[in-house]
């Protein structure tokens, strides 16, 4: 399983033609406490870099962008309900979407995990 960062602090964690979205551990340590998240509906069509979902914490709203062009398959119900599932577990069960992957080609503009920890260094 590959995984891709974006200079805005999402993950795209990708089986086959398909990736599952959130925000980095680092994100949600710059964010603090979360305490809403708006996610996409399933169906909706994204191109790189659109608003995708909406996270509030106690600091500050912030915008999370499709790291790649595609159709959202699946939303993580339990951020809901629990939202501070993003604190507790980002790369994990705080993931916030999964998409089809529309031009995997875009996955080239994307970083890799050590560039990844460079450019938050």
Not at 97 to 113: N, Q
């Amino acid at each position: 399983m590959t995984t891709k960062f974006t200079k805005d602090h999402e993950y795209i964690r990708l089986e086959g033609n398909t990736g599952t979205v959130g925000i980095t551990s680092y994100a949600q340590e710059q964010l603090g406490d979360i305490v809403f998240v708006e996610l996409p509906a399933v169906g909706h069509k994204f191109k790189q870099g659109d608003e995708a979902a909406v996270v509030e914490s106690v600091k500050a709203a912030s915008e999370i962008y499709a790291p790649v062009s595609g159709t959202v398959l699946a939303v993580n119900e339990a951020l809901n309900g629990d939202p501070g599932l993003i604190n507790q577990d980002p790369d994990g069960g705080g993931w916030m979407f999964t998409i089809r992957l529309d031009a995997p080609e875009e996955l080239e503009a994307l970083m890799d995990a050590a560039a990844y920890a460079q450019h938050t260094a």
